[in-house]
């Protein structure tokens, strides 16, 4: 019997093990999107994203009713390559929350965004992965955008 609980508690911490080295991974996917993001460098960015990613943002009209709009990736990364380099933006995360199952990923990342130094907005990324092979790739990222209730 002490030897069936021990191979329960050696496969049980080694199933925990590796969770906790996925998280890491993901994190790092994440990471290094953003280390792209704030380089403006498109080519860190791909290396972050699956080939068939979806970007989708939850945003406001005019009228204040919300709405989904779909984005093309090559469009999001023309707009930040082409962000004058006089501008300093930055996304701050605040937190990861990961989530995993098997080959899938997902991570809720409440955020800040900055530009020249002040306050521009708030929200939360939603990111979605997959594990492709040994490495973790975005394939969905759909955001939320607020100026009211950052705290």
Request: net charge positive; with cysteine.
């Amino acid at each position: 019997m002490k030897y069936v609980l021990n191979l329960i508690f050696v496969v049980v911490s080694f199933a925990v093990s590796a969770q906790e080295s996925d998280k890491v991974s993901v994190q790092k996917t994440i990471e290094t999107f953003f280390d792209g993001f704030h380089k403006q460098d498109s080519t860190i960015i791909k290396k972050a994203v699956s080939n068939a990613i979806v970007l989708q943002t939850i945003a406001k009209d005019k009228e204040g009713k919300e709405y989904v709009r779909k984005d093309r990736f090559g469009d999001f990364l023309k707009s930040i390559v082409g962000i004058p380099k006089t501008t300093r933006f930055k996304e701050k995360i605040k937190s990861y929350g990961i989530q995993i199952d098997g080959a899938m990923a997902h991570t809720w990342t409440p955020y800040e965004f900055w530009i020249n130094g002040e306050f521009h907005h708030c929200g939360v990324n939603s990111f979605q992965l997959f594990k492709d092979g040994d490495n973790w790739k975005i394939i969905y990222l759909i955001d939320t955008r607020r100026k009211e209730g950052c705290d």
